[in-house]
């Protein structure tokens, strides 16, 4: 399994979480669509990197077997989430 595969994978959601943000902000909050783009461009970023700190972990995971990577990973992806959400 190597990067371009994993991220050929996980792109389509990135992009649909792009566009459901945009969706839910304008619709839902009445945000304008100009300023709904850079909070969905911000998460679709962070789900990016989300996705490429996680195929690091896999690998480490692989040969440590240590799920405290992913967790930490995962905990730091929720948190960004969080403040870009406020």
């Known amino acids: 399994m190597s ?17 459901l943000g945009v ?3 304008h619709t839902g909050f009445r945000v ?4 709904a783009f850079v909070p969905a461009i911000i998460f679709m970023a962070t789900y990016a990197l989300f996705s490429i700190g996680m195929f690091w972990v896999r ?5 440590s077997r240590d799920l405290r990577l ?4 995962s905990g730091i992806y929720s948190l960004v989430t969080v403040l870009v959400g406020m």
Do not use: E
Request: glycine share 6%; aromatic share 10%; proline share 6%.
């Open 3 to 19: 990067l371009s595969w994993w991220l050929a994978r996980v792109s389509p959601s990135i992009i649909a979480s792009g566009v």
């Open 32 to 35: 304008p669509r100009r300023r």
């Open 59 to 63: 690998k480490q995971f692989d040969r």
């Open 70 to 73: 992913g967790v930490c990973i």
């Open 23 to 25: 969706v839910i902000l």
